[in-house]
């Protein structure tokens, strides 16, 4: 029998690493040959890699190639899931992720993407950007602001305007690329693509055939130039091969509801009124300190401050989160409203405080470090309430 010739994925690699800054690894990645992704995280404590974790499990969950549209709905089902976690859990409140997929199905290759993960394509010895970034820096040289060499080392190159775990509806942007023998897609973290230049990556492209050689080399480069943050990438070449398209390996998941009935443990009506009550104002704390808001401060500078108006329960009031070096006489008298605009997470709040800058002609906001973080008590258990 003969079989068709089809364009397949015939070789898979990634490397990630740490970097030479950061004291933990907050990037995630996928390399199948159903599937590439790379989640860039952030949040406090451990949350960035916990929000890049959960954005990489929905894709893996597809299990085989899937279109566009199916790509696309994963990744908003992961927005869903990281507001979810964060809402549930103040040590987790304003954990985000970018994320880059590409899934190579029928010779084609569906890009999704939010924030400022690259995908590149690699063809005819030329390297192609397949993603726009949605950063500050992005938005500015394609309003002409800025020149694309002002937006390598320009300060607030690392914010993003788009992210997973930001707001209860993404934008998540999609394309279709028709694949070709012998093409190679490489997915990054801006922890490479803010330090290695797209020249030198396709110089590593051109001189080294083997995928994971390639990997390597570009984390190396990047560790090289500084290393400033954490480092993904994931390799995928596609050749023109006799066989069957890519197995759409469709494993059975049990049905819903096939898991075996558990019996619940019966709590008192006492005691579930009083873990409600808890539990309500835990996620009330954990939602206002969760947020944060423009507000004048005792310089008469416009800051952005984060947390609760009051002391409560040993949790301080407000904290300032962003400064902003703009005079706030001056937004009073030209646009008051923007004084009561507020963040939910630390980059939309670095967000705020940059846009205002930029705005009062400041050029760049000073960033201050990430405040220490007081949380609620935990809850007890309901069999230890009164
Ligand atoms: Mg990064």
Redesign the pocket.
Known sequence: MNLPTVLKVVEVASATDIGRVRDHNE?RALATPSLLAVA?GMGGAQAGEVAAQIAIDHLDRLGKPADGAAVVEAIEEANEAIIEASASDPDKSGMGTTITAISPQDGHLRVAHVGDSRAYLWRDEALRQLTSDHSVVAELVRQGKITAEEAEDHPHR?VITRALGADARVAVDSGDQAGRDGDIVLIC???LSAQVSDEAIAAVMRSEDDLQSVARILVEQANAAGGI??VTVVLARLEMTEGEALASTTAELPAAGADKPRSRPRLSPVALSIAVLLALAIGGTAWLWSRAFMVQDGDGQVVVKRGIPLSVGGIPPRVTWQETGVDAARVNAVEPASLSDSARGRGEAVLLATRLAWQYGIGEAPIIPEPPRVDPAPVPPPDQAP
Request: aromatic letters at 0%.
């Open positions: 990037d860039d690392n973290s801006d922890g943050d954490n």
